[in-house]
């Protein structure tokens, strides 16, 4: 296997914007399954260099944000369960 610089990527301005518009906007829809206060801690942490947040942790979330900001604005892409699934 090899390295995945998420620290690196995480502290691009480009990608520092985009994970405030996918976790710490009022409006995504990742706040709408999970604690919101809770994500804003684990994103200041990480700034902040607390030793509790990870790299990984962070960029685990900002994938599953833009995952789910990509099914809200489409939800015809959704796959029905069982759908073209060959035995």
């Known amino acids: 296997g090899f390295g995945v610089p998420e620290d690196v990527w995480l502290r691009s301005a480009d990608v520092r914007?985009?994970?405030?518009?996918?976790?710490?906007?009022?409006?995504?829809?990742?706040?709408?399954?999970?604690?919101?206060?809770?994500i804003r801690r684990l994103v200041n942490g990480y700034y902040d260099g607390q030793p509790r947040v990870s790299a990984i942790q962070l960029w685990t979330l900002l994938t599953l944000g833009v995952w789910m900001e990509g099914r809200r604005r489409s939800p015809?892409?959704?796959?029905?369960?069982?759908?073209?699934?060959?035995?």
């Open 76 to 87: 015809s892409s959704r796959v029905a369960v069982g759908k073209n699934v060959r035995p």
């Open 17 to 38: 914007a985009l994970l405030g518009d996918v976790l710490l906007n009022s409006q995504s829809a990742i706040g709408d399954w999970l604690d919101r206060d809770e």
